[in-house]
């Protein structure tokens, strides 16, 4: 049941003022293998591939990394990507209320004093960073950590920003166990109503990192959709952090998404991924439940190569396995290079070319980037009682 006065006081207060039968490729990507025996970019791609990159809708919905590094100019790789919007990590985890306030201060300081920056709050919010060539911000909890045992902080975060909340992080809290804790434990009691409190106070509920019981009974308990805002299919990969074809078919029914990671070691068992190993996982989650189920949610962290000293890396890697969070078997030592050709997050219009290579459609790769995240917000985080509008428009962007 929806409660109305606690939506109306978020409202006033302003807190923070499905399957695809693909087209077989259509032409290889002509790579050569480097000395480590991993294909670098080479193409070629369609001509055009940079013309439909540019005008799409495009969301990455799983961006932990600035929270980490608290490099203002990180968010630079993002829009030189094209991006136009990122769920911004700001909690969750082994980030309790305090850590993530200073998260959270120090992002709106970036928002509010960049004026490429904004905060997303409601779908028409990604169509005007799009249009204003913004880069769009929304705040997402790897986990329910911040909210300790009270469970009306959920309306407190919503009111900052927060627009998905993930019910787990790899382990086990007093919510629902993580996806690689030794025991695949249901949902408490607590996280039965913390998944009412998400619905009614229009928070997206994700179950990536979740284990699979704790996500089903997710599902059950959620009157809105359900997703995984970053994870692949373990059916194309092994790994002990990837997820079933039946989490994934479960999820796409209640309406929501799974979102393709590219963390190396969820992507494939070789060391340096290719584009063609990327291509192959998205493919294999397009083909399970169709183009409007999957989204990006590509997971560039602090221990991506490249974006800090390999020292700095290797301490996050030492702390994250001796507290638990990470398991060797899923998350094995870095240096973690990201798959040739999107390395970072600059060089992301790649990404769009090898599946238009693959055999995409435009209106497909739409859905993928934006469409279907703009369905679902427009779904949890809107007003119902508002005007529906756009419809015609989504999700390309109008010239």
């Known amino acids: 049941m929806k409660t109305n006065s606690r939506r109306e006081f978020v409202k006033l207060t302003g807190l923070a003022a499905a399957g695809l039968a693909l087209a077989p490729s259509l032409r ?17 791609y369609p001509d055009n591939f940079r013309a439909v990159h540019d005008s799409m809708i495009k969301i990455d919905g799983a961006c932990p990394m600035i929270a980490q ?55 028409e919010d990604f169509r005007t960073a799009k249009r204003e060539a913004k880069l769009g911000i929304f705040f997402h909890f790897q986990g329910p950590t911040p909210l300790g045992w009270d469970l009306d902080r959920v309306w407190l975060y919503k009111g900052l920003g927060l627009g998905v909340l993930q019910m787990a992080y790899n382990t086990r809290n007093p919510y ?50 359900v997703i995984m805002s970053h994870a692949n299919a373990r059916g194309a990969l092994d790994s002990p952090r990837n997820v079933s074809d039946d989490l994934i078919k479960a999820i796409a029914a209640t309406g929501g998404f799974a979102g393709a990671v590219a963390y190396p070691a969820f992507v494939s068992k ?3 991924p290719t584009m063609e190993d990327m291509v192959a996982m998205i493919d294999y989650m397009v083909q399970l439940v169709g183009p409007d189920h999957v989204t990006m949610g590509l997971d560039y962290d602090a221990t991506t190569y490249g974006v800090m000293d390999e ?24 240096p973690y290079y990201y ?28 859905k993928i980037w934006g469409g279907n995240w703009m369905r679902v917000t427009e779904k949890v985080w ?10 015609e428009e989504e999700p390309f962007h109008k010239h």
């Open 69 to 123: 590094t608290l490099n203002p100019t990180d968010f630079n790789m993002w829009i030189d990507g094209g991006v136009n919007a990122m769920s911004l990590t700001v909690g969750g985890g082994n980030k309790g209320e305090e850590l993530t306030t200073k998260l959270l201060s120090w992002v709106a300081e970036q928002i509010m004093t960049r004026p490429e920056l904004m905060l997303i709050r409601n779908t």
């Open 28 to 44: 290889s990507f002509g790579q050569e293998p480097d000395a480590d025996g991993a294909k670098q970019p080479g193409g070629p």
């Open 311 to 334: 020292a700095k890396i290797e301490g996050i890697y030492k702390q994250m396995v001796d507290s638990g969070a990470w398991d060797p078997k899923a998350y094995p030592p870095p």
């Open 270 to 272: 070789k060391k340096k």
């Open 176 to 225: 629902a166990n993580g996806i690689t804790e030794r025991v695949d434990g249901g949902l408490s009691i607590l996280g039965q109503k913390l998944v009412k409190a998400c619905n009614e106070a229009r928070l997206i509920v994700d179950v990536a990192h979740t284990g699979m019981k704790s996500a089903m009974d997710t599902i059950e308990a959620s009157s809105e959709p």
């Open 339 to 366: 798959p040739a050709g999107m390395e970072l997050p600059n060089t992301l219009y790649n990404l769009t070319g090898a599946l238009l290579a693959r055999g995409y459609s435009k209106e497909d790769l739409a």
């Open 382 to 391: 809107d007003d119902p009682n508002a005007k529906a509008i756009h419809d």
